[in-house]
């Protein structure tokens, strides 16, 4: 990890990338993705602009809309997060193996350094949910990054302990309310 983490500091400061390099983040738990998020929050993607960074790198503004905050500064209904990659006329920026948010999903985000990090969500992918209402009763539910039942044993464990049944077999979807009384009892503890 730290030397993926060194190719990117590079990658932002605008020095040449090297090939052959993907994208990889540590392994999180339930509990770590609540500690380490300097900001929670639910929002539906609203827009993606490219630019150049100060540094030359080009990075994409993320925007959501209709954002609640569960954790940290609530100013804005809009919030928009920093990723590194892009394209600007002919030249892209991509980065293998780093996650994307899909324009018009909402998600439930976890995040951390924003605006200093190559991907600011707690544990990549791990630290995005997708909010989805359930068609026939129309509760949200929360899904995993991909829009699957989420899978990861810590989240499940948790959620087990704050109201909702572990599945032995396939895994069914999480509320919402049950997901944020979750991390509101890890917040309580903080």
Known sequence: MKRAVAWMVLVLLGLSPVTGFAVSFDAKDF?????????????????????????????TDVSFAGVQVIKGNAGNAEISL????????????ALPGMPRFQFGLTYLVFVQGNG???????????GMFQVKSDTLTGESLVFDSRGMPIRSATVRQAMAADGAAPSSTEPEPITLDVFLRGIRSRLGSQ
């Open 31 to 59: 509990d770590q993705l609540v500690a380490e998020s300097e900001q929670i929050f639910i929002g539906t993607t609203s827009g993606a602009m490219s630019r150049r960074h100060p540094g030359g790198a080009i990075v």
């Open 82 to 93: 920093m990723i590194a990659g892009g394209s600007l006329g002919t030249e892209t920026l």
């Open 116 to 126: 200093t990090t190559i991907f600011p969500v707690v544990g990549g992918d791990q």
